[in-house]
């Protein structure tokens, strides 16, 4: 018998220092440590030696074993410490990561929602209050209210979209905010200051000035002693306040059931300053909405005094102010949610 057990710890080693998981390493065990290992052939064969010899090689075995099971822990815990950290490797989160890719944009309001809150700002500066109306109204404070009857002619300056609800063409979506002029005289309290924004409907085809959903901001005026000149005062200071120091207001005789007289009011044209282009078809003015003074039948349906009371009234397009003011050519890329155009404003 062959007893080099050097030889045999140094073999051990070797094996030893290739493996890396701890599957293997329990199987190489086996093989170091068994009763057929080297070790353990050494190990039976002591009983056929005299008792002085087994004595000292026995110990030289027990020595070898013991610094293979050494190696072998130590092994073990190399095997360990390396999977672990690798597991925990694996496993870590970086919430410090950073990818430009997948940065979410920041979105921000719409160029007609700013338009309108910039609006109601200028407004409230002036001294009035905010209202809202319901989008689906009756035909009493669309039409009738504001001194137009059935079959009145005027109705064909609105294109009314009606719903199937109730009797036929009685409920439908507001074409104007006007109806909100009534609600609020209808409430009651009195004098009135009130500009009354919102969104409202007619049956037209979308062209580069029209859309069939729009935006409207009403104002209303009821109090003692109100003229036309308030009115004229009043459109010129929102005019200049809301479009620069360069532009200005003039008002154009028109009708409007409503109010009496009535007007259209023009402000300069914003794309040429008012020297004249082909938007403002080179009258140097762009029409921005209607106005005059609140007609006494509609001060009748609400039940106000006209001869104690007087007041003005005036409507005009927010989609319309967004255009003009930032020289929008065509206003159909406000209902498209392009997001090119969408970032820009
Ligand atoms: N409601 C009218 C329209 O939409 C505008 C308007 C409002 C005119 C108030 C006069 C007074 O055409």
New binding site residues.
């Given amino acids: 018998m062959d007893y080099n057990l050097e030889i045999v710890v140094q073999d051990a080693k070797d094996a030893l220092s290739t493996i890396d998981d701890l599957e293997e390493l329990s199987r190489l065990r086996n093989n170091l440590l068994s009763k057929k290992s080297q070790l353990g052939t050494a190990r039976s064969s002591l009983a056929t030696l005299p008792l002085d010899q087994r004595r000292e090689i026995g110990a030289k075995i027990e020595l070898a074993r013991k610094e293979i099971e050494s190696a072998l822990a130590e092994r073990r815990q190399l095997i360990e410490v390396r999977t672990r950290k690798e597991k925990l490797a694996a496993d870590e989160i970086d919430i410090t990561e950073w990818l430009e890719s997948s940065t979410p944009a920041r979105g921000h309001q719409h160029i007609v929602q700013r338009t309108r809150d910039e609006l109601e700002d200028v407004f409230v500066g002036m001294g009035f209050s905010v209202n809202e109306g319901p989008e689906v109204e009756t035909d009493w404070y669309n039409f009738e209210a504001l001194n137009i009857p059935p079959a009145h002619p005027a109705r064909g300056m609105w294109d009314t979209f009606y719903l199937d609800l109730g009797e036929p063409e009685t409920v439908l979506l507001r074409t104007?905010t006007?109806p909100t002029q009534i609600r609020v005289m209808e409430s009651g309290e009195l004098p009135i200051y009130a500009v009354m924004p919102g969104r409202c409907y007619r049956r037209d085809t979308p062209d580069s000035r029209h859309l069939p959903i729009f935006h409207?901001i009403?104002g209303l005026v009821v109090d003692i002693g109100i003229s036309f000149a308030n009115l004229a005062g009043t459109i010129e200071d929102f005019t200049t306040a809301y479009f620069g120091a360069g532009i200005h207001s003039r008002l154009r005789p028109s009708y409007?059931p409503?109010?009496e007289p009535?007007a259209e009011f023009e402000i300069t044209c914003t794309i040429c300053a008012g020297s004249g282009c082909r938007t403002c078809s080179h009258t140097g003015w762009i029409e921005l909405?209607?106005?005059?003074m609140v007609h006494p039948a509609v001060f009748e349906a609400v039940g106000i005094d006209s001869k104690r009371w007087t007041g003005f009234?005036?409507?005009f397009g927010i989609d319309r102010c967004a255009q003009m003011r930032y020289q929008i050519p065509d206003m159909r890329v406000l209902m498209e949610n392009d997001y090119r155009f969408m970032k820009q404003l």
């Fill in positions: 104007h006007s409207q009403e409007f409503f109010t009535s909405g209607g106005c005059g009234a005036f409507g």
